[in-house]
């Protein structure tokens, strides 16, 4: 303030009150938006419905109001952003994504995982992490840091106290897979850092669970099958009392649990477990979806990584036969869909690039057979509520200001989700 004002107190205090009247002090300039701020678009959605003709009038963090235009007018102070042609709807949730991978067609899990420096990991991941932001998804729950320790705990608190731009984090630290089921996997000989912590057994599972959640895990995840082996299918890992301890210690600790499964069986153990949702799912048989449904576990089905891995390994999209891997996790989402299982939205980002997550709703519409509506409400309402996060996903008052403009109607066409104008987050404008 004194280098700005080399001057007299008297006249120093002159224009710093001048300075604030004309909102230019630096005090103010420190939030870029004003605190009271109405978006008129062509259209909102809510969360659940489109609302053509709505505004939305945020107050400092959190939704003050949301109705018909004509009702909600602008108070004394307050910025208008007009948003022709626009929907805005609430900040998109990501459900399944890896800050701290970056896309395996560029350096193999394997090699991100022994030759990246977690430094390297770590300055990747905050562009990972604004691009993302950018791309409208203002949660993301990251599911593992996959060698990288707990540089997600960092990452987050880098985020939450402004320093980086990104989504707000739901962070699994680790992640838990039983001792040998994971990988890297080359020699033998070699004791090679692995992607995930190793535990076992009972009085190994409760340690570990309870050390990621001391290091700062929002949500604990296990790994309930895998291939031991190259080249072998996926077993199932731990044992239906090892995955039933890890999730109620977790539970009494106030984290829910996600388990990646794709065989029947270990998505059987985890979901009698209660776990809160299980990750891809590609073995999921109709019986299994059904007792999903039944226990109120949700299926992330990441439709977007198997596309990209199918890829990555050559297969040319629509010149060549759909691979194996696809025609099952196919079937396997008619089973899901025809259960009524409840779906999570994420794509497993970090597969493929960050910034990318819409390629997991435009594959659920064109691929899946989802209608557009669903998938929106999916990546908004509902993976708020399967993940408990009743503070955010709708547009309504009291809720986060954490919102997206969209040229175009995403209920109609999905990529119009692609078409990002305007990011806010906690009320503040982050990209516009
Ligand atoms: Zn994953």
């Given at each position: 303030m004194l280098l700005l004002f080399p001057c007299r107190p008297w006249l120093r205090a002159l224009l710093l009150v001048l300075a604030v009247l004309m909102g230019t002090s630096p005090i103010l300039a420190?939030?870029?938006?004003?605190?009271?701020?109405?978006?008129?678009?062509?259209?909102?959605?809510?969360?659940?419905?489109?609302?053509?003709?709505?505004?939305?009038l945020i107050e400092h963090e959190h939704i003050k109001a949301v109705g018909p235009a004509a009702q909600i007018t602008a108070p004394a102070g307050a910025r208008t952003l007009e948003l022709p042609g626009m929907t805005l709807l609430p900040g998109l949730i990501e459900g399944h994504a890896h800050l701290l991978l970056h896309s395996y067609n560029e350096t193999s899990w394997n090699d991100q995982v022994l030759t990246e420096s977690v430094a390297l990991r770590v300055a990747r991941a905050t562009v990972h992490a604004r691009r993302t932001l950018e791309a409208g998804f203002t949660t993301v729950r990251d599911l593992g840091s996959e060698g990288a320790g707990y540089a997600d705990v960092g990452l987050r608190q880098a985020i939450d106290q402004g320093i980086i731009p990104g989504p707000r984090l739901l962070i699994a630290t680790r992640a838990l897979v039983a001792s040998g089921s994971y990988g890297p996997k080359l020699n033998p000989d070699l004791d090679l850092p692995q992607g995930a912590q190793e535990a076992d057994g009972s009085e190994g599972l409760v340690r570990a669970v309870r050390e990621q959640i001391g290091k700062g895990a929002d949500l604990i995840k296990v790994y309930a099958d895998y291939r031991w082996g190259q080249n072998e299918p996926a077993r199932p890992t731990f044992s239906q009392e090892e995955l039933t301890l890890a999730v109620q210690t977790a539970r009494a600790a106030g984290r829910p649990v996600v388990a990646h499964a794709s065989t029947p069986e270990g998505m059987r153990r985890a979901t009698l477990a209660g776990v809160q949702t299980i990750e891809h799912g590609d073995g999921g048989t109709l019986e299994i979806f059904k007792l999903m449904k039944q226990r109120g576990v949700a299926l992330c089905p990441t439709v977007a990584a198997g596309d990209a891995v199918s890829r990555y390994r050559g297969w040319q999209k629509g010149q060549q036969p759909e691979p194996e891997r696809l025609r099952l996790k196919r079937l396997s989402m008619q089973a899901a869909l025809q259960s009524g299982v409840t779906l999570a939205f994420g794509g497993d980002v970090g597969v493929f690039a960050h910034g990318d997550n819409v390629r997991e709703a435009e594959l659920l519409v064109q691929e899946y057979g989802l209608t557009p509506l669903a998938v929106v409400r999916g990546f908004t309402?509902?993976?708020?509520?399967?993940?408990?996060l009743p503070d955010r996903g709708r547009i309504q008052p009291g809720l986060l200001a954490d919102l997206v403009a969209v040229t175009g109607d995403p209920t109609q066409d999905v990529s119009a989700l692609r078409r990002v104008q305007l990011v806010v987050k906690g009320g503040k404008i982050v990209k516009e």
């Open positions: 420190q939030s870029p938006t004003p605190s009271l701020l109405l978006l008129r678009p062509a259209a909102v959605f809510d969360g659940e419905t489109l609302h053509p003709g709505w505004a939305v309402s509902q993976n708020a509520q399967v993940f408990q």
